[in-house]
């Protein structure tokens, strides 16, 4: 799937792209990524997802894990930027808010019955405020929280440009 990646030192969007990651694909944390994604690539079931440019398709931006559970509610497991994103000094701004409409475009897609369109996750204590002010989360309680179809059309309709 096309995405744009907001570059942050010129303003300029370059153009993405979402798709399946492979083993081979995922980095690991001596090049300074914070999971270990050699490690969570071999959990059973789970989807994994990359955001690279199209000009260096070999080099993820940012990385996903989603499980779908019970066969009908899809959970984020994880989901990282790469190093040089992280933070307001990050390359790209919005390589996040990308593969989480990417997410939320996925539970429609999977989620059965009345889970589809919702996206839930466990957020870290410090990021709980993020996703709810930057991009429209639910809070549940403890540091469970999720998407509603209504903000997942939104992030889908900010980040990918379409509904």
């Given at each position: 799937m096309k995405a744009?990646?907001?570059?942050?030192?010129?303003?300029?969007?370059?153009?993405a792209f979402i798709s399946?990651?492979?083993?081979?694909?995922?980095?690991s944390r001596k090049d300074g990524w914070?999971?270990?994604?050699?490690?969570?690539?071999?959990?059973?079931?789970?989807?994994?997802?990359?955001i690279a440019k199209i000009a260096s398709p070999g080099k993820p931006e940012g990385l996903l894990m989603l499980t779908l559970i019970n066969d009908e509610m899809?959970?984020?497991?994880?989901?990282?930027?790469?190093?040089?994103?992280?933070?307001?000094?990050?390359?790209y701004e919005n390589a996040a808010g990308c593969l989480l409409a990417f997410a939320c475009y996925?539970?429609?897609?999977?989620?059965?019955?009345p889970y589809q369109?919702?996206?839930?996750?466990?957020?870290?204590?410090?990021?709980?405020?993020?996703?709810?002010e930057k991009y429209g989360a639910t809070f549940a309680m403890g540091q469970?929280?999720?998407?509603?179809?209504?903000?997942?059309?939104?992030l889908m309709k900010q980040y990918l440009n379409i509904v």
């Open positions: 744009d990646l907001l570059e942050v030192r010129t303003g300029n969007t370059v153009e399946k990651a492979a083993k081979e694909d995922m980095p914070q999971f270990t994604w050699k490690k969570l690539y071999k959990t059973d079931g789970a989807l994994f997802y990359r899809l959970f984020m497991n994880d989901i990282e930027v790469a190093p040089h994103n992280f933070g307001s000094q990050g390359r996925k539970s429609f897609e999977l989620g059965k019955g369109g919702y996206l839930s996750f466990d957020s870290k204590t410090e990021l709980i405020e993020l996703y709810m469970k929280m999720f998407f509603d179809p209504a903000a997942g059309k939104k």
